[in-house]
């Protein structure tokens, strides 16, 4: 099977940065998303990388590394509707193989 | 208005009793897919479609059916075979496979 590890949970406070990581042992590789979801609510696309880096989207961002099998979801300037699941999924031909997610609370 | 579409919202299967999810589509999508998602595991996929008239198992099809008559359309029948049902249910759509999948809404079935 997959293993793809991301923690369960985490606290910040408003204003505050969060990364969230994920490392993935696969059979194989076609790049890696996060998501984000609501309690409740479906999944939304936040970010995907194919290639070594970092890719900035505003007040988020998200890095890989391919050799070690890691990728960080970083969110800048918390607030209080970033509240979420934050899910590190990973492509391997044409279907994703999903961690468990990581609930990220803020507090005032 | 594009997007997409599932229903009912919520749904209750009786024991013994075969229940059918819709999904529905207007983007014009090939893929198509759903994932179970259950308290503290992630999404796992139950069967997915790159074309019309053409499915294959995901991770968890057993006591799952599909079928891909249309493109717009990938509806769900949750089988009386299926011992454990009740879960949150994810339909999601991608223009070709090799591209980001979009979530429906999502349908909670729960077992009465």
């Known amino acids: 099977g997959q293993n793809i590890d991301q923690p369960t949970e985490m606290t910040a406070t408003e204003g505050a940065i969060v990364q969230i990581n994920c490392t993935y042992q696969t059979s194989g590789f076609n790049g890696l998303f996060w998501y984000q979801q609501h309690a409740g609510e479906a999944p939304t696309f936040l970010s995907y990388n194919v290639l070594d880096g970092l890719e900035e989207k505003g007040r988020f961002s998200s890095f890989l590394s391919r050799s070690k099998g890691y990728s960080y979801l970083l969110l800048k300037e918390l607030q209080m509707k970033d509240s979420a699941s934050y899910l590190c999924?990973?492509?391997?031909?044409?279907?994703?193989?999903f961690g468990a997610g990581t609930t990220v609370t803020v507090r005032a | 208005d594009g997007g997409i579409t599932q229903s009912p919202k919520y749904l209750f299967r009786k024991e013994g009793q075969n229940v059918t999810l819709s999904c529905e589509q207007n983007l014009n999508h090939d893929a198509m897919y759903w994932y179970r998602q259950d308290p503290g595991q992630g999404l796992r996929l139950i069967y997915y479609?790159?074309?019309?008239?053409?499915?294959q198992k995901g991770d968890i099809a057993e006591g799952y059916s599909v079928s891909r008559e249309k493109k717009e359309s990938f509806p769900l029948t949750v089988t009386s075979a299926q011992k454990n049902p009740t879960a949150f249910y994810l339909c999601?759509?991608?223009?070709?496979?090799?591209?980001?999948?979009?979530f429906g809404p999502g349908t909670r079935l729960l077992v009465l």
């Open positions: 999924a990973v492509r391997i031909d044409y279907k994703l193989s």
């Open positions: 999601a759509t991608a223009g070709q496979p090799q591209e980001t999948q979009y």
């Open positions: 479609s790159q074309i019309v008239n053409d499915f």
